[in-house]
């Protein structure tokens, strides 16, 4: 037993003496060496950094019971600032004799088991000396757990709780412990960390660490040695590194890097007294921030004597920026706002006063103090505004922005509610809006920053949203609601609840825009308490009594707040049920919508939307945009951790076509935070009946009363609330609403007074005439502090590291204006009168503008910084100084300027990174170096490998190689410079335009030097220098130049206003010359005469049959084998055909080449070369060579076509008016021919509208064909096709309507026309690319041989027009519309310049305009030549061409109707068989990116040879919502089938084009008016087929001798009613009755004709043309077997009635405002049978039965009336039988009738229990509010016999 307690109290020893917690003697004292430093910069060597390093000695001694000394002695400071790790540390001197003053005081701290506590040091001692004693304690705290070696823990330190690793090491054998510890700063329970600016910016913390930009992590490792009691530390390194990755890039980051080292010296056992001073307690070893963060990081400015020093820093910015910003001008600008933070109100008051009389000083003074963002600023001005002192528009630009500005505290939020509360903001209006708006989003900082919000803060918001409740004030409702909303604070959701009808009956009341913006209100508030906002608004959204347009934007909400999926499920199944179209189709395109974005943000979201939309129809993806929707554009790209999603919210409504309410937002993901950039939005309400008639008495009219009345016989019936219409549009940024505005009725009805009233009766635009009278001078400047974003984080120094961006804008405007009028104003004249006269403008304007952007990182204090910094600026400056004078009654415009006399940087752009060191010992001295050096460095690109062996000759030549890596001095060139260098890599670029005959030069200059040498990325290439500029330089010209002027004439005068450039003649001669003359002189001034001469024939065939036979070529599907001998086909293109015959072909010379044609999906061939080629080639017009290409053209036919039978091929010329050579697209259908293809013609049926690529009849040509196309290489699905027997939709062929209408007719006994009858030619499937290859190729042969080849013109009967007559000049026959002249005054008289001429002929047969572009300098002749015309309905074409007398260069294009693909299509064509190199350059780089762009946009694509200059765009309507697509450009086809329509368009049958009349525009102008006529309404009924407004269609036969409400204007004007019953002659015929204005009309057919009454007075309806025009427009006219009646203006757009057939359709502005039998006109299909109650019946017999009109039963032929009726059996309901009462009244013969007809309907019963003594009696109990409990079938009355009916005489 003894033995055991001995071998215990051994091990209790032993393990006392391995104690490895640190720890302290009290009676020794301990002197440790430490140092510690930090650097900023890249990480890459031979870069420049920042650093700071602090040496010192550290004394650790006893002070008491867990409490121990430090003292500091010698420190010691130096800075870094050079080129890592070249350059050395540089000793600060007067910095540390300045941080030495507080480091050397004594300190205390609390120790235990090694931790540390608090920290003591003397009461001013300053909190960085503070900061940097716990960096050097922070060291000392470990974490000691004796059962363990390895542990994690969440260990405080210095920059807060966060996770911890501890390993520990012991050799007990040498006494001695190693330990290491490592923080995850990444990784803490609660960080130390302060932002400034960032309050509106949303950071998620369960982002992954990937997507931070900023990582950080420390280690520590510790050398102890045991003691007695414990383990003392003689060595203790640290190392701590944050890393900022701007891109999200793993090695494009910046680094700070701290290091500590603390070691052990010497050990004394002397214990030293504890210092005499009292210590104040400054807290734990946790970071402590300053109470205000005075110093900005990129100055350092001394802040003792604020208001001296606001007064120099004031008088120097108006000193040194006077005419132009100096380059200091923002950073004196910041140290204004610097001062201004640290000045007291009086300084501010004494400063304002000795400035507020000098306009420029006191306009910077103020927005700095605004800017400055303290308590006492915002003093200051609240002070100055309840005095009055500032004016209004000093007001409206302080108080918003200070608000702001300021920093949200306890301090400040008392002050602010006291300015925004003040009696001067209330009687402003626009301030007082906001005030209110920035206020509340001050309160969401506040509350942003603390646990709670105060009541007392939201109290101003509250009290001004129970003030305008209980007054009813829309205006103060919307403002107090949208200023809680900027609040966001959940203690407001019982306020906002008071104005939503679900929570409140008061709110009932309330317009629609205001429980919208209760809604919105609540966006803000659900981010912080998202369960509470979802329950309310989900109990909003599953309410369908509530308004469309408040459920959606609930529907937004809701989303907003990032609802789990059981939400969402719920959302969808509501909408499974939904009734609604409106909020279905918003709720359906907002969940596809969130399920297509990959923000890390809305994961969850989007998988939820994708889970739910699974459950929902498709069909809602099918509706048009005549319902709601959301549309999402933009993307997430993960490599960056970035992205930016854009929603546009369209609510529509009932009442309108249109979207009623548009918000267009932008939400910004970056490095895992959120935040809502942008958003817009826009909401009208009635302004349809503000843009139509207003001013006709409807309520005047007799129908009114009429109307009225037999409204109240419906059941239930109430026309519809009145509208106050409203225009209003918001604007966030940073979801905060910082303006809006409400445009209602009466303000626009005013601002149409000021415009056309006399001005003396309004003040304002009296005051404004009179300013611009006597001419406006001066000069504007407004400097902007735009932003302030900080991000500052301890370091393990102690040192705060600083992440921030800083953005100030400065303004300047410097103008002087004087203004003649002509006549001059009178003083009762009116605004509207400024249209009819002439003025007269001299202006000199100087706009400029000037940012400096700086974001840095690194080591910010009072006493010193040491970062990089990346400073960036913007200058853009415009002078300008111009005469003008604008007639608007003569319509012309003159613009004169002189020209440039001096150099001009018109804007420049430079960014360039520094590592910089500032101290406040040195306050003008800035260390300050570029981050990449810019000293020469070898040229890796230029050196050449060395041996060894290389000899000293060798070497001295090695050294004059070096002398030409000498970078040259930078200048710009016309040519592009690349280098590289140890420096980075440099690039300079020069580019200028010279206008030599303006005098004038512009140029663009670029540098960039950057590292992307070191590493290829974007944070690399940002490091460097960047800089870019445009200017403005004077150019050498012959003559001086004297002015510039730019005239602008329309209408007549034209033609005038271009003689006169003939000479330089005084500008007031006579302008009367004869028509011809003047236009002889223009086509000579303009140099178009030559344009319209027509050559010698035989000449210009010579070069044709060269040129255009060389260039065009012929491409023709041949079998490849003797095997195939038929024909060639392929699956991805169409096979093309020729006509060929040896003997004419050689003795006309026709040039053409066969070739064999095979798509090749994986290796695209450029066409474009061998076709450049072959018209060089063929340039000389040896006919020779063009005979020896033919005949070897003819052989290599024959020889390829093995035994087949001849072939020919429709050769068709394209059409030559209006001077366009394209073709017609039709045309391009070439068709190839043999012996067994001839079968396959049969299966093409005459008038077929397209043709197939692969002749289905063939076996034996499919399965070579087949064969063939396997190594064509085609796409999937079109051999899926292939075999399936279904061409892919790019196989079939346009089908020109315009050339079926009017075929091409070849003139008797031509050539041409013996050589095709003497061929047989048969349609098979051809290629699309071959054939427009074969078809330019037959053009080009068919003018060779002089074909006259003549197109009917579809106007003039017989007429022909052959493809060689002259174009039509319009100026033969029109005067200009257009001149534009831009020309310059010479002191030689020489023209220079340029004029452009526009004619027009848009009412004739065929519209067309032509636009001339001449040099009118005398030598020049060069030209543009536009032309555009409208051949007829189907068919447009135009032409642009350039050059040498518009001969060098051309373009054309062409648009055609038609068919495809048995679908009415139109295509549109553009070639360009001249352009210049540059162009096709550039086309051919935008070319590279088709593919892509179509993949991405989910379109097909294939490897296609289509002709290598020529693009087509085939568009076919396959539905009136779908269309297929098909693009054909050079070596590719690009398609794509059913896509969607946002609008519903027309089909139908095509209009010939020879049955319209002059003009012709039916497509190229009457498309639009057809859509929007399309898109109104119609009604109709014929018999008993009935169709609604909503296109619903029923059968109903209506009762005998009832009139029906078919449609009437249930608005509260009540304009217009038809009724209908059935006519006594027959129960088909009907008889209609309309009321509207002061017309009663009936029509109705007798004796087997249809009769007219108006007023009670027959009407003879033979050659009836009725019209009334008392006040509004009425018009009756026969129409085909009836009559028509158009009362646009009482919203009937026309209605037609024949006696069988009645046909309505009303404006757009009638949608939702009508009701009846023909529907509301809403677009609610599922709400179509709505009763006049608003009940939906049951069929379609009930709805319309119940718009009957019921009558006195012995005054009216109607015997029908309505009543409750019971149900004739006994249900058991709820377990007892029951009986039950009809909810809604069934139509049953008056008493005294019996029925002798009835039909089923459908009804709803309200049940009582059958022992209840309630009884159907009338008046007793009002069924149709009582709940509906079943529903049953009961026979509804439609004839009755009176036979017993009793009427008293």
């Known amino acids: ?698 309520a005047e009219y007799s129908t009114y009363r009429k109307i009225k009345e037999l409204g109240k016989t419906l059941l239930g019936w109430k026309e519809l609330p009145s509208e106050n219409p409203v225009l209003s549009a918001y604007f966030k940024l940073f979801g905060q609403e910082l303006a809006f505005v409400d445009i209602n009725k009466d303000f626009i009805q005013q601002a149409v007074k000021i415009v056309t009233e006399s001005a003396d009766r309004h003040t304002l635009v009296k005051k404004v005439t009179h300013q611009i009278q006597n001419g406006i001078a001066g000069q504007w400047t407004q400097p902007l502090f735009t932003g302030e974003f900080r991000h500052i984080v301890p370091t393990i120094v102690g040192l705060p590291l600083e992440y921030s961006l800083y953005s100030i804008a400065l303004a300047r405007a410097t103008a002087s204006v004087n203004v003649k009028l002509s006549p001059p104003l009178s003083g009762d004249f009116k605004p509207s009168e400024l249209f009819d006269s002439s003025l007269q403008l001299r202006a000199d304007l100087s706009p400029s503008i000037y940012s400096q952007t700086v974001a840095m990182m690194g080591i910010n204090t009072e006493y010193f910084q040491s970062s990089i910094e990346i400073h960036a600026k913007l200058r853009v400056q415009v002078p300008l100084k111009f005469d003008a004078k604008i007639d608007m009654k003569e319509k012309s415009f003159k613009f004169g300027t002189t020209p440039i ?166 500008e007031e001669e006579d302008d009367s010359s004869p028509d011809d003359e003047v236009q002889t002189k223009l086509k000579k001034i303009l140099g178009i005469e030559n344009v319209f001469k027509v050559a010698n024939r035989t000449q210009r065939h010579k070069k044709q049959s060269v040129k255009k036979g060389k260039m065009q070529i012929t491409e023709l599907r041949v079998a490849p084998s003797a095997k195939y001998p038929t024909r060639s086909s392929s699956s991805s293109s169409d096979t093309s055909s020729s006509s060929s015959s040896s003997s004419s072909s050689s003795s006309a010379g026709i040039t053409r080449k066969n070739r064999d044609q095979k798509d090749k999906t994986l290796q695209p061939r450029n066409r474009d070369e061998s076709s450049s080629s072959s018209s060089k080639s063929s340039s000389s017009g040896d006919s020779s060579k063009s005979s020896k290409s033919s005949s070897s053209s003819s052989k290599s036919s024959s020889s390829s076509s093995g035994d087949s039978s001849d072939s020919s091929s429709n050769s068709r010329s394209s059409s030559s008016d209006s001077g366009s050579s394209s073709s017609d697209s039709g045309s391009s259908d070439s068709t190839s021919s043999s012996s067994s293809s001839s079968r396959s013609s049969k299966a093409a049926q005459p008038g077929s509208r397209h043709q197939l690529v692969r002749d289905q009849n063939s076996s034996s040509s499919s399965s070579g064909s087949s064969s063939s196309s396997s190594s064509s290489s085609s796409s999937s699905d079109s051999e899926y096709s292939k075999r399936q027997g279904t061409p892919e939709i790019y196989q079939y062929h346009f089908k020109s309507a315009h050339r079926q209408e009017f075929p091409k007719k070849k003139v008797p006994g031509s050539s041409s026309a013996r050589s095709s009858s003497s061929s047989s030619s048969s349609s098979s499937s051809s290629s699309s690319s071959s054939s427009s290859s074969s078809e330019d190729t037959n053009r080009a042969s068919s003018q060779h041989l002089g074909t006259l080849v003549m197109e009917q013109d579809p106007t003039v009967p017989g007429a022909v027009q052959t493809q060689n007559k002259k174009p039509k000049f319009l100026g033969d026959s029109k005067s200009p519309a257009l001149a534009v002249i831009l020309r310059s005054f010479q002191n030689d008289k020489m023209l220079a310049g340029f004029q452009l001429v526009l004619y027009t002929d848009l009412y004739s047969t065929r519209p067309r305009i032509q636009a001339f572009v001449s040099n009118i300098t005398d030598s020049s002749r060069w030209k543009v030549c536009a032309d555009a015309s409208i051949i007829n309905a189907h068919k447009a074409v135009s032409y642009l061409k350039w050059g040498q007398d518009c001969q060098d260069y051309r373009l054309s294009s062409e648009i055609v109707t038609g068919w495809f693909s048995d679908h009415p299509a139109v295509q549109a064509k553009l070639e360009w068989p001249r352009v210049p190199s540059r162009v096709k350059s550039v086309a051919r780089w935008l070319y590279t990116f088709i593919p892509g762009a179509a993949y991405i946009l989910g379109y097909s694509g294939i490897e296609h040879k289509n002709p290598s200059q020529q693009a087509k765009l085939i568009v076919a309507l396959t539905s009136s919502r779908t269309f297929d697509v098909v693009t054909k450009i050079p070596d590719m086809t690009i398609y794509s089938r059913a896509l969607r329509l946002p609008l519903s368009l027309p089909v139908g049958p095509s209009i010939p084009a020879s049955e319209t009349q002059s003009p012709v525009w039916n497509f190229f102008s009457e498309a639009p008016s057809a859509v929007l006529e399309h898109l109104k309404a119609r009604c109709s009924v014929s018999v008993d087929n009935i169709t609604s407004f909503n296109d619903v269609q029923f059968n109903y036969s209506m009762p005998t001798n009832c009139y029906h409400i078919l449609v009437q204007d249930c608005s509260p004007e009540l304009k217009f009613l038809v009724m209908m019953k059935n006519a006594e002659e027959s129960a088909d015929l009907k008889a209609i009755n309309v009321k509207l204005g002061s017309h009663e009309i009936d029509m109705y057919p007798a004796n087997g004709l249809l009769n007219l009454m108006i007023n009670g007075v027959e009407t003879p309806v033979q050659n009836l043309t009725y019209t009334s025009d008392l006040d509004a427009s009425l018009m ?174």
């Not at 867990?66 to 500091?72: M, N």
């Not at 001695?176 to 490592?182: C, E, L």
């Not at 803000?524 to 906002?533: A, F, N, P």
């Not at 980075?984 to 303006?998: D, E, H, M, N, S």
């Open 1676 to 1849: 009756i006219s026969n129409e085909k077997e009836g009559l028509s009646l158009m009362a646009p203006d009482y919203g009937i757009d026309k209605l037609y009635f024949d006696g069988r057939t009645f046909k309505v359709q009303v404006a757009f502005w009638m949608a939702g405002k009508t009701c009846g039998i023909c529907g509301k006109y809403d677009a609610e299909h599922e709400q179509e049978f709505q009763m006049p109650s608003g009940y939906v019946a049951k069929d379609a017999v009930s709805f319309a039965q119940s718009w009957i009109l019921s009558e006195k039963p012995c005054a009216g032929a109607c015997k029908l009336q309505r009543s409750l009726v019971k149900l004739e059996k006994t249900i058991r309901l709820d377990g007892e039988d029951s009986k039950c009462y009809s909810v809604e009244p069934v139509l049953r013969c008056v008493r005294g009738c019996s029925a002798t007809e009835t039909t089923p309907i459908s009804v709803g019963f309200h049940c009582l229990p059958a022992d209840s003594a309630a009884s159907l009696v009338e008046g007793q109990m009002k069924l149709d509010l009582k709940s509906e409990d079943t529903e049953d079938t009961i026979d509804a009355h439609t004839a009755c016999s009176c036979e017993e009916l009793q009427c008293i005489a």
């Open 1 to 698: 037993m003894r033995g055991i307690i001995l071998a215990l109290v051994f091990t209790l020893v032993g393990g006392e003496k391995y104690n490895p917690e640190p720890l302290f003697s009290s009676s020794k004292t301990y002197l440790y060496n430490y140092e510690g430093l930090t650097l900023n910069g890249l990480q890459e060597p031979g870069l420049a950094r920042a650093g700071l390093r602090l040496s010192c000695k550290v004394e650790l001694s006893g002070w008491s019971q867990g409490a121990y000394l430090l003292k500091i002695r010698s420190p010691q400071l130096e800075e870094y600032n050079g080129i890592w790790p070249r350059d050395p540390f540089i000793r600060a001197s007067k910095l540390t004799q300045l941080v030495a003053s507080c480091l050397i005081q004594p300190f205390k701290f609390e120790y235990s088991h090694g931790r540390v506590g608090n920290i003591y040091a003397p009461e001013n001692t300053p909190i960085t000396c503070v900061n940097l004693v716990r960096g050097m304690l922070n060291l000392l705290q470990i974490t000691v757990k004796k059962s363990q070696n390895v542990y994690d823990l969440q260990e405080a330190g210095i920059g807060g709780v966060c996770l911890t690793r501890y390993v520990i090491q012991e050799d007990r054998k040498n006494n001695r412990v190693s330990i290491t510890r490592t923080k995850d700063l990444n990784n803490c329970q609660d960080e130390v960390v302060k932002d400034i600016g960032m309050a509106f910016i949303r950071h998620y913390p369960d982002c992954p660490l990937k997507e931070r930009m900023v990582k950080g992590t420390a280690a520590f490792t510790y050398k102890l040695k045991y003691e007695d009691a414990g383990a003392l530390i003689t060595e203790a390194v640290s190392q701590q590194v944050y890393q900022i990755s701007p891109f999200n890039e793993p090695a494009g980051v910046a680094v700070m890097e701290a290091r500590q080292e603390l070691t052990l010296v010497e050990v004394k056992n002397e214990h030293v007294s504890p210092p005499g001073m009292q210590l104040q307690n400054h807290g734990s070893l946790r970071y402590h921030f300053p109470p205000a963060l005075i110093q900005m990081p990129i100055q350092l400015v001394k802040t003792e004597n604020p208001e001296r020093r606001i007064v120099e820093t004031l008088q120097q910015l108006i000193q040194n920026n006077q005419q132009e910003f100096h380059g200091d001008a923002p950073y004196k600008y910041l140290e204004l706002v610097q001062l201004c933070r640290v000045a007291s109100p009086n300084n501010f008051e004494s400063v304002f006063k000795q400035f507020s009389d000098k306009p420029r000083h006191r306009h910077w003074l103020l927005s700095a103090i605004t800017m400055a963002g303290t308590v006492d600023s915002l003093k200051f001005i609240s002070l100055g505004i309840r005095n009055d002192v500032f004016n209004y528009f000093e007001a409206l630009l302080i108080v918003p922005f200070a608000l702001l500005s300021t920093k949200a505290d306890g301090q400040t939020i008392p002050v602010a509610a006291d300015l925004v509360t003040s009696s001067r903001l209330q009687r402003n209006p626009v301030l007082r809006k906001l005030a209110y708006l920035t206020y509340g989003s001050l309160i969401n900082k506040y509350c942003s920053e603390s646990s709670s919000c105060p009541v007392e803060a939201l109290q101003p918001l509250h009290e001004l949203a129970a003030e305008a409740a209980s007054k009813g004030h829309e205006d103060d409702m919307g403002l107090a609601l949208k200023a809680i909303g900027n609040a966001g604070e959940p203690a407001s959701i019982k306020r906002i609840l008071k104005f939503l009808t679900l929570f409140s009956s008061g709110a009932s009341d309330f317009p629609v825009h205001i429980q919208v913006d209760a809604v919105m209100a609540l966006r803000q508030i659900g981010l912080k308490d998202s369960r509470k906002v979802q329950d309310i608004l989900l109990q909003i959204f599953v309410d369908h009594s509530l308004p469309p347009e408040v459920r959606m934007m609930a529907c937004v909400v809701i989303f907003e707040t990032r609802p789990a999926l059981p939400l969402v499920v719920t959302m969808a199944n509501v909408i499974l049920k939904e009734t609604n179209m409106q909020v279905a189709s918003f709720v359906y395109s907002h969940m596809k919508a969130l399920s297509r974005i990959r923000f890390p943000r809305f994961y969850n979201v989007s998988a939820a939307c994708n889970i739910a939309i699974k459950l929902l129809s498709p069909r809602l993806d099918r509706l048009s945009y005549r319902y709601s929707k959301v549309i999402r554009l933009g993307g997430y790209y993960s490599g960056y951790q970035a992205g930016a999603v854009g929603k546009i919210f369209l609510m529509n409504g009932p009442k309108t076509m249109f979207p009623s309410a548009l918000i267009s937002s932008v939400i910004v993901n970056y490095a895992g935070a959120v935040a809502g950039l942008l958003e817009v939005g826009v909401r009208a309400e009635g302004l349809t009946d503000i843009i139509r008639k207003q001013n006709i008495p409807f």
């Open 901 to 1066: 006399s001096e150099e001009t940087e018109i804007a420049m752009g430079r960014h360039k990174a520094f590592a910089v060191s500032r101290n406040i010992g040195e306050p003008s001295t800035v260390k300050k170096i570029p981050v990449l050096p810019e000293g020469p460095g070898s040229n890796i690109l230029k050196e050449h490998f060395k041996s060894s062996e290389r000899t000293s000759r060798e070497g001295a030549l090695r050294q004059k190689g070096a002398s030409d890596l000498v970078p040259k001095k930078y200048s710009y060139g016309p040519e592009e410079e690349l280098h590289h260098s140890a420096g980075g890599k440099t690039y300079t670029q020069a580019i200028c335009v010279k206008l030599p005959r303006f005098g004038s030069q512009a140029c663009f200059y670029r540098r960039a030097r950057d590292a992307s040498v070191l590493k290829n990325t974007y944070f690399h290439r940002l490091i460097g220098e960047h800089e870019a500029k445009i200017v403005l330089k004077p150019a050498r010209t012959d003559s001086a130049i004297d002015k510039i002027q730019l005239e602008i004439q329309a209408g007549s005068r034209a033609a005038s206003k271009i003689i006169r450039l003939v000479t330089l003649e005084s």
